[in-house]
């Protein structure tokens, strides 16, 4: 079973066998825990709400982290390329076509059909 | 046995009358009840792939199959009278074709059955599955043709219906300019394809892919066409820069006509391939056409994954990496054809560079379809695609949230699943061409899975959000037709050899084989 899961990559190899037993270990590691877990949680009342020092639970909404806060630190640091190549998807149609045509003029002469 | 053996004589023409018949006979039928049309429609389609299934595995046990259209028997391509002309339209089904038929198909299918939900809130079905079917006609006749003119008919059949689909809520503005760049560019990129043709026809007076490629002189004309129809299906691939198309026109079409578009633009990559390999092969300069390919992929790899990094459209987002995973696929064949014309190299890594790009390409159809997928069921359910207003959404759309970490999963590359296994090859393969290559393609994979782990987070984590409070999953057509996908992602990663052996090493070889394939037409009268 192990050998026709083997996929040759001309220098090396890989199997996949190794990784699909982690993932089963894993998988039922994580029943265990959750099966060790109160069968009937109550569903109202003080038990239910995080603690949070003392302090009232904020709304849902709230406490939420929307994707356009995720990855901030990487955009900011690559804001010398993204304020370049953001306004080059502009949206016209006209600029699509030049970029297109400026394209094929480019390989033209990388071909060396133009010289 | 007078049907099977009518069926796999014919299955050729049959692979594109069907869908057609199909296309055309939905707006008649959809007067007959919703029913009907859609039983009518997912028929069609299953016979599609019934035949696709048919022809690849008869193309693969006995090789290319060669379809002359009105000639006395299919297989006469070359009529005794002509002057060793193919004169007739022909179709050269080789393992490439075959492959690119197959997971068209399967792609169809499963996108078919998912529609059947997705769209029925939706008015102008009977259109939306004409058009559907239309676009398959399209994509296997581009795949399956082995006529210049023939190719660029059904492009032009690809383009009409992807932009008509990218336009298909007609209700929104932003839907009707997105399907108008779509067809513009398109368009442009038509007449260009065309222009080249006109070019080899007015030197070699044919349109025969084989004929041609049997007479290619690779004279400045020659050149010229080369650039015009590389440039131009490289567009229509989506290759940066100009790729500007994609994202909007991807997240404005339904999630599951994008899935499928994500088909049409690799059949264009495919055409790209047939006419480097097939049409110029040897004739042309290897390394600069390889490196053109090269440049364009490690651009649409780098370009698209930053750019779906800073995203807020699920859609969107998704489409940049569609990008971006098109370059994966320029990168590894474009190192096959930088080594064509060196034996010793192409036996060393071109070869399985080239086997890797394939590869890519069926299995970036699968996960990207599927992603586009559950992209879709989200909008099914919530009515919006916009990262920063969605969370919580694991705690309803349980099965939703499992085929979407398995697609982001493999998108990003992590084993078992079958991105992983392809780009593994092309690491590796790249690697030995030029080390610096294999490591921004490495690079483009982390960003990959930074920017999935962020649509995740958004989309499913977190508390359950109020105005989410009565999402449920979406109903069972939409979710058989992710598993579909989600299905063939996980096996192609678990026994990617299989794969590899029974469709990608054929295809790859079938593509190098000029030879082969200028044969199994002159060598056919």
Same mark, same amino acid.
């Given at each position: 079973?192990?050998?026709?899961?083997? %996929?040759?990559?001309?220098?090396?190899?890989?199997?996949?066998?190794?990784?699909?037993?982690?993932? &089963?270990?894993?998988?039922?590691?994580?029943? %265990?825990?959750?099966?060790?877990?109160?069968?009937?949680?109550?569903?109202?009342?003080?038990?239910?709400?995080?603690?949070?020092?003392?302090?009232?639970?904020?709304?849902?909404?709230?406490?939420?982290?929307?994707?356009?806060?995720?990855?901030?630190?990487?955009?900011?640091?690559?804001?010398?390329?993204?304020?370049? $190549?953001?306004? %080059?998807?502009?949206?016209?149609?006209?600029?699509?076509?030049?970029?297109?045509?400026? $394209?094929?003029?480019? &390989?033209?002469?990388?071909?060396? $059909?133009? $010289? | 046995?007078?049907?099977?053996?009518?069926?796999?004589?014919?299955?050729?023409?049959?692979?594109?009358?069907?869908?057609?018949?199909?296309?055309?006979?939905?707006?008649? /039928?959809?007067?007959?009840?919703?029913?009907?049309?859609?039983?009518?429609?997912? #028929?069609?389609?299953?016979?599609?792939?019934?035949?696709?299934?048919?022809?690849?595995?008869?193309?693969?046990?006995?090789?290319?199959?060669?379809?002359?259209?009105?000639?006395?028997?299919?297989?006469?391509?070359?009529? !005794?009278?002509?002057?060793?002309?193919?004169? @007739?339209?022909?179709?050269?089904?080789?393992?490439?074709?075959?492959?690119?038929?197959?997971?068209?198909?399967?792609?169809?299918?499963?996108?078919?059955? =998912?529609?059947?939900?997705?769209?029925?809130?939706?008015?102008?079905?009977?259109?939306?599955?004409? #058009?559907?079917?239309?676009?398959?006609?399209?994509? /296997?006749?581009?795949?399956?043709?082995?006529?210049?003119?023939?190719?660029?008919?059904?492009?032009?059949?690809?383009?009409?219906?992807?932009?008509?689909?990218?336009?298909?809520?007609?209700?929104?503005?932003?839907?009707?300019?997105?399907? #108008?760049?779509?067809?513009?560019?398109?368009?442009?990129?038509?007449? /260009?394809?065309?222009?080249?043709?006109?070019?080899?026809?007015?030197?070699?007076?044919?349109?025969?892919?084989?004929?041609?490629?049997?007479?290619?002189?690779?004279?400045?004309?020659?050149?010229?066409?080369?650039?015009? !129809?590389?440039?131009?299906?490289?567009?229509?691939?989506?290759?940066?820069?100009?790729?500007?198309?994609?994202?909007?026109?991807?997240?404005?079409?339904?999630?599951?006509?994008?899935?499928?578009?994500?088909?049409?633009?690799?059949?264009?990559? =495919?055409?790209?391939? @047939?006419?480097?390999?097939?049409?110029?092969? !040897?004739?042309?300069?290897? #390394?600069?056409?390889?490196?053109?390919?090269?440049?364009?992929?490690?651009?649409?790899?780098?370009?698209?994954?930053?750019?779906?990094?800073?995203?807020?459209?699920?859609? @969107?987002?998704?489409?940049?990496?569609?990008?971006?995973?098109?370059? =994966?696929?320029?990168?590894?064949?474009?190192?096959?054809?930088?080594?064509?014309?060196?034996?010793?190299?192409?036996?060393?890594?071109?070869?399985?560079?080239?086997?890797?790009?394939?590869?890519?390409?069926?299995?970036?159809?699968?996960?990207?379809?599927?992603?586009?997928?559950?992209?879709?069921?989200?909008?099914?359910?919530?009515?919006? @695609?916009?990262?920063?207003?969605?969370?919580?959404?694991?705690?309803?759309?349980?099965?939703?949230?499992?085929?979407?970490?398995?697609?982001?999963?493999?998108?990003?590359?992590?084993?078992?699943?079958?991105?992983?296994?392809?780009?593994?090859?092309?690491?590796?393969?790249?690697?030995?061409?030029?080390?610096?290559?294999?490591?921004?393609?490495?690079?483009?994979?982390?960003?990959?899975?930074?920017?999935?782990?962020?649509?995740?987070?958004?989309?499913?984590?977190?508390?359950?959000?109020?105005? =989410?409070?009565?999402?449920?999953?979406?109903?069972?057509?939409?979710?058989?037709?992710?598993?579909?996908?989600?299905?063939?992602?996980?096996?192609?990663?678990?026994?990617?050899?299989?794969?590899?052996?029974?469709?990608?090493?054929?295809?790859?070889?079938?593509?190098?084989?000029?030879?082969?394939?200028?044969?199994?037409? !002159?060598?056919?009268?």
């Amino acid at each position: 079973m192990a050998a026709i899961m083997t %996929l040759q990559t001309g220098t090396g190899f890989w199997n996949p066998i190794i990784w699909i037993i982690a993932f &089963v270990i894993a998988f039922v590691f994580a029943y %265990l825990i959750w099966m060790l877990g109160e069968k009937d949680p109550k569903k109202t009342g003080d038990l239910i709400r995080p603690y949070l020092s003392g302090n009232p639970e904020p709304a849902k909404e709230a406490v939420h982290v929307p994707g356009g806060n995720l990855y901030w630190g990487f955009t900011e640091a690559l804001q010398g390329y993204y304020t370049r $190549v953001v306004p %080059l998807h502009s949206g016209i149609l006209t600029d699509y076509l030049l970029w297109f045509l400026g $394209v094929m003029a480019f &390989v033209l002469v990388l071909v060396g $059909v133009i $010289v | 046995m007078i049907v099977p053996s009518l069926l796999l004589q014919h299955a050729p023409a049959l692979l594109l009358a069907v869908p057609m018949l199909g296309a055309f006979a939905t707006p008649l /039928l959809g007067r007959l009840g919703s029913g009907i049309r859609n039983a009518w429609a997912v #028929l069609a389609m299953l016979c599609t792939l019934l035949i696709a299934v048919v022809l690849a595995t008869e193309v693969l046990a006995t090789g290319t199959i060669v379809y002359a259209f009105g000639a006395a028997a299919p297989h006469l391509s070359v009529p !005794l009278d002509s002057g060793g002309i193919p004169i @007739r339209i022909i179709f050269t089904v080789d393992a490439m074709s075959a492959f690119m038929a197959l997971f068209a198909s399967i792609v169809g299918f499963a996108v078919l059955l =998912y529609s059947l939900k997705s769209q029925s809130r939706n008015s102008g079905q009977d259109g939306y599955y004409a #058009l559907l079917l239309l676009l398959t006609v399209g994509i /296997l006749g581009m795949v399956c043709t082995g006529d210049l003119f023939n190719f660029f008919v059904f492009l032009e059949i690809n383009s009409l219906a992807g932009a008509a689909l990218v336009a298909y809520r007609v209700d929104k503005g932003v839907a009707v300019e997105a399907g #108008l760049k779509y067809a513009v560019l398109s368009t442009l990129g038509g007449l /260009l394809v065309l222009f080249a043709i006109a070019l080899l026809y007015g030197q070699y007076d044919a349109l025969n892919i084989a004929m041609i490629a049997s007479r290619m002189q690779f004279t400045l004309l020659d050149k010229v066409a080369l650039v015009m !129809l590389v440039v131009a299906l490289a567009m229509k691939a989506g290759a940066v820069p100009m790729h500007f198309w994609t994202p909007d026109a991807y997240s404005m079409a339904p999630s599951a006509v994008t899935a499928f578009l994500v088909v049409a633009s690799q059949a264009s990559l =495919y055409g790209i391939f @047939r006419v480097v390999f097939s049409l110029y092969g !040897l004739a042309l300069d290897c #390394l600069t056409v390889g490196w053109v390919l090269i440049i364009l992929g490690v651009l649409s790899m780098f370009v698209g994954v930053t750019m779906a990094i800073p995203q807020k459209d699920v859609k @969107r987002l998704m489409a940049y990496h569609a990008v971006s995973q098109t370059g =994966y696929m320029l990168l590894g064949v474009g190192v096959g054809v930088a080594v064509l014309g060196n034996q010793d190299l192409l036996t060393a890594y071109g070869r399985i560079a080239m086997e890797g790009g394939i590869f890519h390409i069926i299995n970036h159809a699968m996960y990207k379809g599927l992603l586009f997928l559950t992209a879709g069921a989200i909008f099914y359910r919530t009515g919006t @695609r916009n990262l920063n207003k969605l969370g919580g959404l694991g705690h309803s759309m349980k099965w939703t949230m499992v085929f979407f970490m398995i697609g982001a999963l493999a998108i990003a590359g992590i084993p078992p699943f079958n991105g992983f296994a392809s780009k593994l090859m092309i690491y590796e393969s790249v690697f030995l061409f030029n080390p610096l290559l294999s490591i921004i393609a490495m690079v483009v994979s982390i960003l990959t899975l930074a920017s999935f782990v962020k649509v995740f987070h958004s989309i499913f984590m977190g508390p359950k959000l109020p105005e =989410y409070a009565d999402v449920r999953e979406v109903p069972a057509p939409m979710l058989i037709g992710m598993g579909i996908l989600a299905l063939f992602v996980i096996l192609f990663g678990i026994f990617p050899q299989q794969v590899v052996d029974l469709l990608i090493t054929p295809a790859a070889a079938a593509l190098i084989d000029q030879g082969g394939y200028i044969a199994s037409i !002159l060598g056919g009268a």
